[in-house]
């Protein structure tokens, strides 16, 4: 990949849940090549998430296999991305003790309650800026403690999938700010790891990596790593960030109160500010951003995708009929969805929640059910009330900054206006649509080029390899009223359903 007449290029790679992903970006922004590879995640329960590390190593060496043969550069850095929340147990000489422990795994149910309890007890409250939940690698960490006791006494050192491979190729152990705000184990203000919580859960400093920002220079990649890969010996690797982190940098989010948006699959919101804020409460999180700043998101904690199970679990012979003909049974669904009426017909739809502490605080419900309500109903009722949810937390972050428009909407509802026009109309804020989905690997890529000064700074790095989004969907007037109508509705339905658990 090295030589001096070539051109000079970034390279990130993306470590993700089921598929390693890597992208080379020109010096002036054009993506070079971009390859995966596939390692679909091991799931002996519905609700565990496990990999073999040693594949997620495998998948990267494919994937810089696989660049090579398609475009020959100068490489000058490389960063790394991946989904937060994962962890590698490590043992003292490096080696995995068991599988690793993806973000999405949702075991540490009990363990999510037990750090609220201690912190509380340790009079810490919520210093954490993150919800609590079995995602949390924190409550991992206590799971292992408890459940596989010998297991965890050979552990000397935990990293996130991404991190591993960082040690793997430079020898260091290191992560970024992003990841470590995402731990439940971090000051996310002074960006560093929070004393007063390790020693409230009995958790030791030295189990955990030095803290680097997105863009600086962690190690370089060692003989041994070069070796292995075909990685240039000495290549600068910087400290990168969470697929969410990087995801946002490639969309260009790096003006105070500019937001991000998603739809499905999932949903949420999140909005850059520049300085940490000093009351959060339970609605939004604060994040570290990969260039400095922070994050305040406002996510629906779902446990899985509405949509999903719509169009999945409750007609699985559909679903089947539509991967036959060659599309994905969530696109299919929101095709026909569009073509329902703003208001689905007056059919409500309130997702199914979760708890702080992992549990449902609130199951799902349809309010209006009713004969001559079909598919595309259900399923535009499911996109409304997931942007009713989204439109409620809008209100909570507008409580803490200004909002900047056009909100960037990635995911599959950006590639429809429709949806677009939707949500705009919900949040009351101007769509852009900016994407299938965020590009973690570019935003790593983005890191590398800042860090080795391909790029001087993350103003320019957006200048030169963010794609302007697609065209401004304005707020719809009649729209808007419809779903201030129904907003009204659903707030009632939402409280009626809290009164039924009661």
């Known amino acids: 990949m090295a030589s001096g007449g070539r051109v000079r290029a970034a390279l990130g790679i993306e470590v993700g849940r089921a598929r390693t992903t890597g992208v080379l970006l020109a010096a002036d922004g054009r993506e070079l090549a971009r390859v995966s590879a596939e390692h679909p995640p091991l799931r002996p329960r519905p ?88 995602c949390l690698p924190a409550a991992k960490i206590l799971w292992l403690a408890a459940n596989e006791p010998e297991t965890a006494q050979r552990v000397a050192a935990v990293l996130s999938p991404k991190d591993h491979l960082r040690r793997r190729l430079t020898g260091e152990h290191a992560t970024d700010a992003s990841e470590a ?48 890969t075909g990685l240039p010996e000495g290549l600068p690797v910087v400290a990168g960030g969470t697929a969410l982190a990087c995801g946002a940098l490639a969309a260009g989010l790096i003006d105070e109160g500019r937001v991000l948006a998603w739809l499905e699959p999932g949903a949420g919101l999140v909005a850059r500010a520049a300085v940490f804020p000093r009351e959060l409460g339970e609605e939004v999180e604060c994040l570290c951003d990969a260039t400095g700043a922070w994050h305040l998101l406002a996510a629906l904690p779902l446990a899985a995708s509405p949509l999903a199970w719509l169009a999945r679990e409750l007609a699985p012979e559909w679903a089947t009929a539509a991967e036959n003909a060659g599309v994905e049974p969530e696109a299919a669904l929101l095709g026909e969805a569009a073509g329902a009426a703003a208001g689905s017909r007056d059919l409500l739809f309130v997702p199914p929640l979760e708890g702080a502490g992992g549990h449902p605080s609130e199951a799902g419900a349809w309010f209006g059910l009713r004969p001559g309500i079909g598919r595309a109903e259900l399923a535009r009722s499911v996109m409304e009330g997931m942007g009713a949810a989204l439109a409620e937390r809008a209100g909570h972050l507008r409580r803490r900054l200004v909002l900047r428009e056009p909100v960037r909407l990635v995911g599959r509802a950006a590639e429809e206006t429709v949806w677009c026009a939707s949500l705009a109309a919900q949040l009351g804020l101007a769509i852009a649509p900016a994407g299938s989905g965020l590009d973690a690997a570019r935003g790593a890529a983005m890191l590398a080029g800042i860090g080795v000064g391909l790029w001087a700074d993350p103003v320019e790095a957006v200048t030169r390899a963010v794609s302007p989004p697609g065209p401004v969907v304005p707020v719809d007037p009649h729209l808007q009223s419809v779903y201030r109508a129904l907003e009204i509705r659903w707030l009632r339905a939402r409280a009626l359903l809290a009164a039924l658990r009661e």
Do not use: M
């Open 181 to 228: 705000s995402a731990s439940g184990l971090c000051d996310a203000a002074a960006r560093r790891w929070n004393e007063s919580v390790l020693e409230a859960l009995g958790l030791s400093a030295e189990l955990l990596p030095e803290v680097f920002e997105g863009a600086e220079v962690t190690g370089r990649v060692s003989v041994a790593g070069a070796a292995e």
């Open 47 to 134: 609700d565990l998430y496990e990999q073999d590390p040693d594949l997620l190593w495998r998948a990267l060496q494919q994937v810089v296999a696989r660049l090579k043969a398609l475009v020959e550069v100068d490489l000058v850095g490389l960063g790394l991305a991946g989904e937060a929340g994962g962890l590698v147990f490590l043992d003292r000489t490096g080696a995995p003790v068991r599988p690793a422990i993806l973000g999405a795994d949702r075991r540490a149910v009990d363990e999510a309650h037990e750090i609220g309890r201690r912190l509380a007890d340790a009079g810490l409250g919520r210093p954490l800026g993150r919800r609590l939940g079995p």
